[in-house]
């Protein structure tokens, strides 16, 4: 009874699962309660979705633990979970113009946005966890003399906790479950209440993949109940969580009070832009408009403060809102919408109060600053720009997560540094600069987990990625991605 029929734009009507998912059985929530999500780019209901109490993440935990002990983690080869991950890819790859569709409902994402960068991107980060699967090695230490050695096993961590944002619901969700499953680690993951509904979809194929039953399981619900519910299981290995630093904090605390899990968290960003006089400005204005409008500014590493070396910080705005007021701004399920709604009522609402606060303390609004004039019942906010700030605004010092970028001059290569490492964050940073030896000089000296050069915004599968400072805790993607779900076991041999 938890599928609810849905009007997917382009292809009509389709059942979406919305119930919880465990031991490769759809089932119902214990205490029969549900919440709904609605569609952001018109603000109506789109389904109720079943709510997961701590029995049912007990349930799924436990089914958990059975599939770690008897058919994944140490009891097959690699290559076994490899195989049903290539063809995870292949099948998400088979239904991608569906999937994205209904990504781009759920999520207001434009529907070619939601195809070509989101649903591609999961199926690239599958298969790189894929490739790497069975290329986890060990080490020898055999510098004791004949009679003995030691070797080191990197073994799966076990029964795995994730907890996802709403902004990239399904690259969020791949990037999470596909190197616990390389690694051999078995998952209950909870998606954003506000955006459920692709998870679902996911679940039903990874039975088509072949995962065995008990090896990836779904809890929907809220975070103070089935997120909380997760980070205090006492039989739960690690958590792994994407989401804001209040949250992480949360989580860590719950995580420690329990069993001292371990815990990796991808937090929030306020990630500094710097363009030197030396770049090209137009090129600068291009890159840093997409580090900041893409998503509609729902991006935990966009470029969100921008300093410019003041011989070219009014040539570099003009460029800016040119490409502000360009933005394709619509209906997610038109092809050519690049900027869609923002995710919810409040999330709305949280940015025309930082773009009003920016106002009041002094900041210049080039373009854009308030809801978009075509909302209709949707959460649109104009592409805005926020000039002239000063360090202590609390525009410049706080995530706003939105499309608002926040911009001021600097004189040199020390004053742009201290602008730019002035922050509690440190998840990534940009640098704009013809000259090679101060981007090295520059990318050195920043305080984040990630630095472009001459481009903004760019992640891949292969690169690892996370926070210094409140940022976050460990790295995802690359190879340090798998091995964050693994531990090493060092062996000492007496022959
Ligand atoms: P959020 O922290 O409110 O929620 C994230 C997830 O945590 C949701 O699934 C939510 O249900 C769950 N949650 C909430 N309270 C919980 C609790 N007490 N215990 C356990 N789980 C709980 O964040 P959000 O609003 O969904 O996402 C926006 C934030 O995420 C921004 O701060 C953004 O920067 C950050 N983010 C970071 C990255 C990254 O990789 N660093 C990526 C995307 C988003």
């Known amino acids: 009874s938890y599928t609810t029929k849905l009007n997917v734009p382009g292809h009509g009507e389709l059942a979406v699962p919305t119930g919880l998912f465990i031991n490769n059985e759809w089932v119902a929530p214990s205490g029969g309660e549900t919440f709904s999500c609605v569609n952001p780019a018109t603000g109506e209901k ?38 049903a991950l290539l063809k995870y890819a292949d099948l998400i790859e088979r239904d991608a113009e569906k999937i994205a569709a209904l990504e781009s409902l759920n999520s207001g994402k434009g529907i070619r946005i939601a195809r070509d960068a989101d649903i591609a991107d999961s199926v690239a980060c599958l298969r790189y966890y894929a490739g790497i699967a069975d290329k986890v090695f060990g080490q020898t ?50 998606p954003s209440e506000l955006t459920p509904l692709t998870a679902g979809v996911f679940c039903d194929l990874a039975i088509e993949a072949g995962f065995p039953p008990g090896v990836l399981n779904l809890v929907q619900g809220l975070g103070a109940t089935t997120g909380d519910a997760i980070s205090r299981h006492l039989d739960i290995d690690k958590v792994a969580f994407t989401g804001s630093v209040a949250t992480g904090r949360r989580i860590s605390i719950a995580a420690a009070e329990s069993n001292l899990k371990k815990v990796t968290l991808e937090l929030g960003g306020k990630s500094p832009l710097l363009v030197f006089d030396s770049s090209d400005i137009e090129e600068a204005a291009d890159w840093t408009a997409l580090g900041i409008y893409f ?23 003009a460029a800016l809102k040119k490409r502000a007021e360009a933005c394709a701004i619509g209906l997610p399920s038109d092809e050519k919408t690049s900027f869609g709604p923002l995710i919810s009522a409040g999330q709305r609402d949280k940015v025309i109060n930082y773009i009003e606060s920016g106002r009041s303390e002094g900041a210049r609004v080039v373009t854009g600053g308030q809801k978009w004039p075509q909302s209709n019942g949707g959460f649109f906010v104009e592409p805005t720009i926020l000039a002239d700030v000063t360090p202590n605004m609390k525009v410049v010092q706080e995530e706003i997560f939105g499309p608002v970028v926040v911009v001021a001059p600097f004189k040199d290569e020390a004053d742009a540094l201290e602008l730019a490492n002035n922050t509690t964050f440190g998840l990534a940073a940009a640098v704009f600069t013809n000259d090679t030896r101060q981007a090295t000089r520059v990318s050195a000296a920043l305080d984040a987990g990630t630095v472009w050069v001459n481009q903004a915004a760019l992640l891949h599968a292969g690169v690892p990625f996370g926070g210094f400072k409140q940022s976050g805790i460990g790295r995802e993607l690359g190879t340090y991605g798998l091995e964050a779900y693994t531990q090493v076991k060092a062996v000492h041999n007496n022959l």
């Open 46 to 83: 789109l389904a109720d979705v079943a709510h997961a109490s701590k029995e049912d993440v007990d349930k799924a935990v436990k089914a958990a633990r059975h599939a770690f002990k008897t058919v994944w983690g140490t009891k097959v080869a690699a290559t076994v979970r490899q195989t």
């Open 295 to 317: 998503n509609s500014g729902q991006d935990c590493c966009a470029s969100s403060r921008v300093y410019v070396q003041e011989s070219i910080y009014e040539k570099y705005l």
């Open 141 to 190: 230490i055999d510098s004791f003399g004949e009679e003995k050695f030691c070797y080191t096993l990197h073994q799966p961590i076990g029964v795995c906790g994730q907890i996802i944002p709403w902004n990239y619901p399904s690259l969020m969700f791949f990037w999470k479950v596909a190197p616990a499953l390389a690694a051999g680690c078995t998952i209950v993951m909870k």
